[in-house]
């Protein structure tokens, strides 16, 4: 098959799905197209049957915001064209499925009926979709893909609640490559020298991950354990959190290690992740660490508890909680053995959301848009 995949090429979620999710079909022998702006962070172009289209948007004085869609549509168009594409699969409804729609028009008046698969990650639709700006170009564009997927049932739930939706919403779960995460002891001695409990949080440091959450609950653990704080990923409000860690008095035991390509390695020698969001509508960071082994102390909001088993795999609490999320975690710490139960449980949990699994699932779905549609 050959597949068109649009995606943000950057560090969140829906870029690293789709990558991986590329990457695998790639390795089935199918050909995959990445049509985005930049290289995505995990993409390996020297990779076999993998390519990458940059969609490049011409800076013009007369506009005050560049017509992206209109460059992504094109783009789509005739990288379809060239490489004959079987079905174009965007991640992250604003704007990759407008744009998709258009394409697809465009295609059709070239007598090329090519499916689009929409796939919905969170905030195209918690917070961003749902803006009266965005509304009834988001409804359009989900109402007219041709299949229409959304990462976690909490996830559907929202998109039929906030949008009136005539169409079928299925549910893939994200996955995770198990096979990428093995225990590194030796690398835990680079943060932790002392034996510190390693504490670990990634995000892209927006609001609504409640980054001061994470501050505060790792500062209540602290005061019980000798430990540490990592902070991956960059955004706004990491300035805030540094400042919030100095003000506690706790600024040299947390540790900003940004845009690091060391993810696996840092979860691996983690012993607790923290992932206190506002919203979220999977939480694939928390997977990622549950992969490593790592238990999870989270909000209960959106998709989380369908991936984070309340007393199992960590614990859960309401959205601003500290206080409950630092007493669970101290529960967790206290005690080799339960912190190896509760890692051992979170490894098991993740083992129900791998590639293996999860990645036949979407191409499944492909053979029934060709089928839908009727290939080319
Ligand atoms: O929706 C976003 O905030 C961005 C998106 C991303 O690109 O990081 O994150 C969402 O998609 C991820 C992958 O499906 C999910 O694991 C995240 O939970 C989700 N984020 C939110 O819902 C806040």
């Not at 969140?12 to 022998?29: I, N, P």
């Not at 697809?104 to 919905?120: F, M, S, W, Y």
């Not at 109402?143 to 229409?148: A, L, Y």
Request: charged fraction near 20%.
């Amino acid at each position: 098959m050959n597949i068109g995949v649009v995606c943000y090429p950057t560090f969140g979620g829906s870029g690293v799905v789709a990558t991986e999710l590329g990457k695998y079909l790639a390795r089935q022998g199918h050909k995959v197209h990445f049509i985005t702006y930049s290289q995505p962070v995990r993409l390996d172009i020297l990779e076999e049957n993998i390519y990458y289209h940059e969609v490049n948007v011409q800076d013009y004085p007369l506009f005050q915001y560049q017509p992206y869609e209109l460059a992504l549509s094109s783009k789509m168009v005739r990288v379809t064209q060239k490489y004959k594409l079987d079905l174009l699969h965007v991640h992250y409804a604003i704007p990759h499925a407008y744009a998709a729609f258009m394409a697809k028009q465009i295609l059709k008046a070239e007598g090329i009926n090519i499916p689009v698969i929409t796939t919905l990650h969170g905030t195209d639709i918690t917070l961003v979709g749902k803006n009266p700006s965005y509304k009834p170009a988001v409804t359009f564009s989900i109402n007219n893909s041709d299949v229409v997927t959304s990462v976690s049932e909490s996830l559907r739930r929202d998109t039929q609640e906030i949008f009136n939706i005539s169409r079928e919403i299925k549910v893939i779960h994200n996955f995770v490559d198990l096979s990428l995460y093995q225990a590194d002891d030796n690398c835990k001695n680079a943060f932790a020298p002392k034996g510190e409990k390693v504490i670990t949080h990634i995000s892209n440091f927006r609001k609504v991950k409640r980054i001061s959450d994470v501050v505060a609950v790792f500062h209540r653990i602290q005061k019980e354990h000798n430990a540490v704080l990592l902070m991956l990923g960059e955004g706004p409000e990491k300035e805030r959190a540094r400042q919030q860690a100095q003000e506690l008095g706790i600024g040299d035991k947390v540790k900003f290690l940004g845009k690091t390509s060391e993810v696996v390695r840092v979860l691996c020698i983690s012993d607790l992740f923290l992932l206190p969001s506002e919203a979220e509508s999977f939480g694939l960071a928390a997977l990622e660490a549950m992969a490593a082994g790592v238990p999870v102390i989270s909000s209960n909001t959106g998709g989380i508890p369908e991936v984070n088993i309340n007393g199992v795999t960590g614990f859960t609490a309401d959205v601003g909680d500290v206080d409950r999320m630092a007493e669970k975690a101290l529960y967790i710490l206290q005690g080799d053995a339960r912190l190896y139960q509760f890692g051992r449980q979170a490894r098991q949990q993740a083992e129900k959301f791998s590639l293996e699994q999860i990645g036949p699932k979407y191409f499944e779905l492909y053979q029934e848009a060709l089928g839908l549609v009727g290939s080319h």
